[in-house]
């Protein structure tokens, strides 16, 4: 079980100067995989934070399984932008970490090593250290190590965001076989409409600052219908109908908020 | 001038004439006789004194066995240096009401000068091989400490966050998140630590009656030796350089280990 639940959430930093979000409700069933877009600056990143636990609430309440976040913990697995890999740990290792926190048995860990290894095809690279790594191949390691978790929710934050078109593609392709084949409850953050779309059950669309939710739109049904995940290649997606008239939408919607950038 | 970084041969080109100006000064000033002879030995009386105290003993002892009676306190003053300021320092880095206690006192402690503990060492220890340690310890600890702490404080917010995210639990953060991020630091700082522990040592010395470089030197001076002082500053000048050319070989290792630049 892994639902998220955003009940009327505002956020201020620094002693009321910067208000981030305003009342925010957004629930997320279980093995559920919503994305939220914005305007950067919008406090899209304030929300994941929250669910991870790095970040309190200043009103209201996030909770994951009904229960309030207080803490970052490994039920909550993050994927980071900028993939924060430990630099002096190998790509096995780096998986490892949090397999020895939960004190789990050597031979165990190796099988589920091995495993996210192989779903990520990084068993060429479990040696390697990052920084002998591309872009596209650490964060298949940060994937990896938020996998092996077995988390109950996984959040992810523009993770796409600072690799090169073509290895944003596979990544996302990839993400998406992971996602059928394993489902579980996603919090993915993305300023690409288009990303949003391809990968999300349901998209939230936030106003810029303060953030607040301006509209859910369910992809579930459309998808279905016309059978998206039959294609096996994104541009396929992109070039359908269904796809292009929810992305327009998006965009539309995105566009009254001023200031806001796509790439 | 450019900024490009020099070739080996025109550093070493540099380095030498800087050198051979340095020594051609010296012999003037000392061959001439502007300076007195017993004020400012020739280069040449310094080198063969200094060859000489190889073979021939001084306050006891040759040159070498001085250096390594040095070396040995030397490192037990830094080894302990090292071994109480990095554990102290990521501790401090990590829990914040450590921090807040130890700070102030560590703040105002650090300003006084090794020497200044010689009273203190000499009360404490006598002449035992405690004062001199104590002395070089005073000299050697601040720079571990203040590198681990600071490479402990400043480690990059989403690498403890990573660590966090993962359930690392306190003692793990510490010895597999911060202690590698605080590496370079830590190693920065041992080498400062080094440099001012070896220069800690002739003040410490002064309190150790049996052997040592700095013992040999005021002995020397004692019996208005310059040869022998300006033979143990040598000593004192190539074996603080050794240790420093080391420390940065460790550090250039460490980071090209980690992908940085060299
Ligand atoms: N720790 C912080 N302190 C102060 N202001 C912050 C902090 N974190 C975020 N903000 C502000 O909150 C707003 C939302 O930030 P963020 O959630 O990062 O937006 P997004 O991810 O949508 O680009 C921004 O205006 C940002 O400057
Ligand atoms: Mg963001």
Redesign the pocket.
């Given at each position: 079980m892994g639902s998220i639940s955003f009940r009327n959430v505002d956020k201020t930093?620094?002693a009321g100067a910067?208000k981030?979000?305003e009342g925010i409700n957004l629930e997320i069933a279980d093995k559920e995989f919503v994305a939220i877009v914005?305007?950067?600056?919008?406090?899209?990143?304030?929300?994941l934070?929250m669910v991870a636990g790095f970040?309190a609430a200043s009103s209201g309440d996030v909770l994951v399984n009904g229960k309030a976040v207080t803490a970052p913990g490994p039920d909550r697995a993050v994927v980071f932008q900028q993939f924060a890999l430990f630099p002096w740990k190998t790509v096995r290792e780096n998986i490892d970490l949090g397999l020895r926190n939960k004190n789990l048995p050597a031979a165990a860990r190796e099988e589920a090593i091995a495993g996210a290894l192989r779903l990520m095809s990084l068993e060429s690279h479990a040696d390697a250290f990052p920084h002998q790594l591309s872009g596209g191949m650490q964060q298949r390691v940060a994937i990896a190590r938020a996998y092996v978790l077995d988390p109950v929710v996984l959040l992810m934050?523009e993770p796409f965001g600072a690799l090169d078109a073509q290895t944003r593609v596979v990544m996302q392709e990839e993400l998406v076989r992971l996602a059928r084949r394993n489902p579980r409850t996603v919090l993915f953050?993305t300023?690409a409409v288009e990303e949003a779309v391809y990968l999300a059950d349901r998209v939230a669309i936030?106003t810029r600052?303060p953030?607040r939710i301006k509209e859910v739109l369910d992809i579930r049904t459309v998808r279905q219908s016309e059978n998206w995940d039959s294609h096996p290649k994104i541009e396929d997606v992109m070039d359908l109908e269904s796809f292009v008239h929810l992305r327009t939408h998006i965009w539309k919607s995105l566009r009254e908020e001023k200031g806001f950038r796509d790439v | 001038m450019t900024d490009r970084p020099l070739t080996l041969r025109e550093a070493v080109l540099l380095g030498a004439g800087g050198l051979a100006a340095f020594i051609g000064l010296w012999s003037l000033l000392s061959t001439t006789g502007i300076v007195p002879r017993q004020f400012l030995p020739t280069p040449l009386d310094v080198a063969s004194r200094f060859f000489q105290l190889f073979t021939t003993p001084f306050a006891g002892a040759t040159l070498p066995m001085h250096v390594a009676s040095s070396f040995q306190r030397y490192a037990y003053g830094v080894v302990l240096a090292a071994v109480i300021g990095i554990p102290l320092g990521l501790l401090m880095g990590w829990f914040r009401l450590l921090d807040d206690i130890v700070t102030p006192i560590f703040d105002g402690l650090r300003f006084i000068a090794p020497i200044a503990w010689v009273p203190f060492a000499a009360l404490w220890f006598g002449t035992g091989a405690g004062g001199p340690v104590m002395i070089i310890f005073a000299g050697a600890f601040p720079p571990c400490l203040i590198n681990a702490y600071r490479g402990a404080r400043f480690v990059e917010p989403r690498l403890i966050e990573a660590g966090r995210m993962l359930g690392t639990p306190n003692l793990r953060m510490i010895l597999e998140v911060l202690l590698p991020a605080a590496a370079p630091s830590i190693i920065a700082g041992l080498r400062v630590s080094a440099g001012l522990g070896w220069q800690s040592l002739v003040g410490a010395e002064l309190i150790v009656a049996a052997a040592g470089v700095g013992f040999m030197m005021v002995q020397a001076q004692g019996s208005v030796q310059t040869t022998t002082v300006m033979a143990g500053m040598i000593a004192i000048g190539i074996i603080g350089m050794l240790i420093d050319v080391l420390l940065r070989r460790a550090e250039a290792w460490l980071r090209r280990r980690r992908g940085l630049e060299a």
């Open positions: 930093f620094g910067i981030a979000l914005g305007p950067s600056g919008c406090g899209k990143t304030t929300c934070r970040e934050d953050i300023h936030m600052r953030g | -």
